[in-house]
């Protein structure tokens, strides 16, 4: 089984205690988008990233001196988004660290799939950021199907965490012979499931937390997740979604 989850915009270098292991697989591409990256202007790249100033500034500086080699973190520290706090890797035990390891890939704009212990450095590219490059008008033509070929090379049973931007570079591309189940976190409301942003991040960092704590292999036994109140309703769910309600 692989889990698959989104990166976070917020990044910052952690290899004080851990250092990285691997580098990513597909750093051929990672290096043509960096090239296109730092040849935008600043104007240009505040364009494509739909951001403030001060970040703009900052990711136009981070493209510019960038060295995708060099003083790199374990992909999976290196997020700090709210799914990333909640999932709380860098408290893992060794077990913990071992099934993330094996199961857990990160969706990347920049880097296209990553195990947790790729070196990684600070960037900002969503997969929704409508750069063209080579004859590809955006990000998911230029990832294409090498995603999806990386994720299932080994199983084609895949627990989906990822938020749909990120999911969708998959999604495009499954077969009948793939099992493919995302995860809904809601609230019931007028019998409709009403999806909190928020408290859908805290409950994916969590649940793959769940997943690690409790050396998940069964991908049924996902249904047992009960943090922050939500519970597996077996009525909601289908075969293609379980359904997590509060």
Known sequence: MNIIISPAK??????????????????????????????????ELKKLLVCNDDLAQLNFERYKNM??????????????????KYMSPDSFSEDEFNYVKSH????????????????????????QAKLKIDNNKNLYEFWGNSLYKEITKNSNVILNLASKEYSKAIEKYLSKDDIFITCIFGELKDDKIKVKAT????????????LASNNIENIEDVKNFSELSFKYSEELSTDKEFVFIK
Do not use: C, W
């Not at 270098?13 to 988008?33: A, G, R």
């Not at 799939?113 to 960037?123: K, M, Q, R």
């Not at 408290?199 to 793959?208: D, P, S, T």
């Open 199 to 210: 408290e859908a991040k805290m409950a994916r960092g969590l649940m793959v937390r769940y």
């Open 104 to 127: 857990l890939k990160i969706l990347s704009g920049f880097y296209g799939v990553l195990n947790p212990f790729d070196g990684v450095v600070p960037y900002r590219l969503e997969m």
């Open 10 to 43: 917020k990044m910052n270098i952690n290899n004080d205690d851990i250092i990285y292991e691997y580098h990513p697989v597909f750093m051929d591409k990672t290096n043509i988008l960096h090239n296109q990256l730092k040849s935008l202007s600043y104007d």
């Open 67 to 84: 060295h995708l080699n060099k003083n790199l973190s374990p992909a999976l520290l290196t997020y700090e988004g709210i799914q990333y």
